[in-house]
């Protein structure tokens, strides 16, 4: 799927805290959305997946816009893993499995729950398949709304901050299947993030929010010390650690 966002604002009780945002997100592409606490990084991607309207601008999901589709047509082409994950008694398989109901036609086929039994297998919650989420640890209720994405089978995944409660090698594990993900099944993928680095080893693009404005969209071998400066507003120095830009802060 090809994204377009053309100009979009959007207000919350009438004060813009996202403006005139513009890029394009292809099929098989990463984009990465950074910026400072507030920037608009959440508000964008609410209005990407339609649970924000914009104010001003146009989303095209492939030459058809978003405002136009309903509910269920949004909910079976983009998959949204939300910063903040609801604890419910349900288990694991089943919040899963519940990622599959835009698919559903009359009742849970045998396909369906083999999507979700490996959707499980993949992020390494097979053994949780029964427990409850309020009775899971932070980090795996992040993994199991991955899961609950991807057995969606979207075309456009958005995600929200989903490696902020993880673990080095989760981290580590999920944005490489995330890549995977992207490359294998040619969808295109926004993801905002607080880690600099992994946003510059795993995505394609970079585009910088702050105060609700991009002050730039750039592939990372293009991004420099001083844009991360006016970004953060803090010095920072780029070195090369094994063959990637890696971002440190400035020696005082
Ligand atoms: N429901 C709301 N009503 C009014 N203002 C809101 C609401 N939700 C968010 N905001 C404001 O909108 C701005 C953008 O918030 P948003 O959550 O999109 O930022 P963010 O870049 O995702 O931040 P963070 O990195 O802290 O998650 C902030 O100033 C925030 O205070």
Redesign the pocket.
């Known amino acids: 799927m090809n994204v377009a966002v053309k100009n979009v604002s959007f207000a919350?009780?009438g004060s813009n805290?996202?403006s005139d945002i513009d890029f394009s997100c292809a099929s098989g592409e990463l984009v990465a959305l950074l910026?400072?606490?507030?920037?608009?990084?959440?508000?964008?991607?609410?209005c990407l997946n339609g649970i924000h309207h914009p104010n001003a601008g146009t989303i095209l999901l492939d030459d058809t816009s978003l405002a136009s589709l309903s509910a269920q047509a949004v909910a079976r082409q983009v998959g949204y893993v939300s910063?903040h994950t609801e604890t419910t008694p349900l288990s694991v398989f089943d919040a899963v499995l519940m990622g599959r109901k835009p698919h559903i036609r009359w009742r849970v086929s045998h396909q369906d729950t083999c999507i979700v039994d490996a959707a499980l297998k993949r992020l390494g919650l097979a053994s949780l398949r029964l427990r409850s989420l309020d009775q899971l640890s932070g980090g795996e209720l992040q993994k199991v709304a991955l899961a609950r994405a991807l057995v969606q089978e979207p075309h456009l995944l958005l995600l929200?901050?989903p490696i902020s409660a993880l673990d080095l090698k989760n981290q580590i594990e999920l944005l490489r299947l995330v890549r995977r993900v992207v490359d294998e099944h040619r969808i295109a993928a926004v993801m905002?993030l607080?880690d600099i680095n992994a946003a510059l080893r795993h995505a394609d693009r970079i585009l910088f929010?702050k105060q609700?404005q991009c002050l730039a969209l750039r592939a990372p071998q293009e991004i420099t010390a001083g844009l991360l400066e006016k970004v953060y507003d803090i010095p920072v120095e780029i070195h090369c650690l094994n063959g990637s830009p890696t971002v440190v802060p400035a020696r005082q």
Do not use: F, I, R
């Open positions: 919350y009780n805290v996202v910026g400072p606490n507030g920037a608009g990084k959440t508000s964008l991607l609410k910063q929200d901050e905002s607080h929010l609700g």
